[in-house]
């Protein structure tokens, strides 16, 4: 579990917003995670990466390299379809709940934390869990704004020195203060069989 330890924490963020699908403001988003984090109590237990244009194979690539505690998705999600990465070309490629669960049970005993700040992705984040402590995936639809508030509110609190339940519902809260009616729309989910 997360803890207030002077241990370093590395974020991953994966962003994806392929040809022919809605132009998101991943680039709003990032920029906020990293001013929030950059003027924090905690600034120096955290290092944001990011990759862009995120290809399947670079999803694996970029835990490999980076090593993080946090892995953050941000972009679109189709439910049952899966997470929206890119293929070769830029267009839509599915990565379903099974292939990322998947993924996340190799890297279990590095992986604290993942958020997918995307529509409809609490199908994957359920699979996710089983292997990962803390998963947070949004219900239904999430418009941008209110995605970018939840993103900015949850670091801020790990950035604060808060645990990840904190951090969540701070991010919940963050989407309230800001007069949009969808702080409901997160949704986190626990895998208490183990402790870190």
Same mark, same amino acid.
């Given at each position: ?22 132009? $998101?403001?991943?680039?709003?988003? !990032? %920029?906020?995670? +990293? #001013? ?6 905690? &600034?120096? *237990?955290? @290092? $944001?990466?990011?990759?862009?244009? !995120? %290809?399947?194979? +670079? #999803? ?6 980076? &090593?993080? *505690?946090? @892995? ?18 830029? &267009?839509?490629?599915? @990565? ?101």
């Amino acid at each position: 579990m997360y803890n207030n330890s002077a241990l370093v924490k590395s974020i991953l963020i994966l962003a994806a917003n392929p040809q022919g699908t809605s132009k $998101l403001r991943l680039d709003e988003e !990032v %920029r906020e995670i +990293d #001013i929030g984090l950059q003027r924090s109590q905690k &600034r120096e *237990q955290f @290092v $944001l990466k990011q990759q862009w244009a !995120v %290809r399947p194979r +670079d #999803i694996y690539r970029a835990i490999l390299d980076v &090593r993080p *505690q946090i @892995v953050h998705f941000c972009g679109h999600g189709e439910g049952n379809e899966g997470l929206v990465f890119e293929d070769e070309s830029g &267009r839509t490629k599915f @990565v379903d709940s099974e292939a990322l669960a998947n993924l996340f049970k190799l890297f279990s005993t590095q992986v604290e934390c993942v958020l997918l700040n995307a529509c409809y992705s609490e199908i994957q984040a359920t699979a996710i869990s089983q292997y990962i402590d803390y998963v947070i995936g949004m219900k239904q639809g999430i418009g941008d704004k209110a995605a970018i508030n939840f993103a900015v509110g949850f670091y801020d609190a790990l950035g604060a020195g808060k645990c990840y339940d904190f951090a969540f519902n701070l991010g919940c809260l963050a989407i309230q203060l800001s007069g949009m009616s969808e702080e409901s729309t997160p949704a986190i989910k626990k895998n208490d069989e183990h402790d870190r």
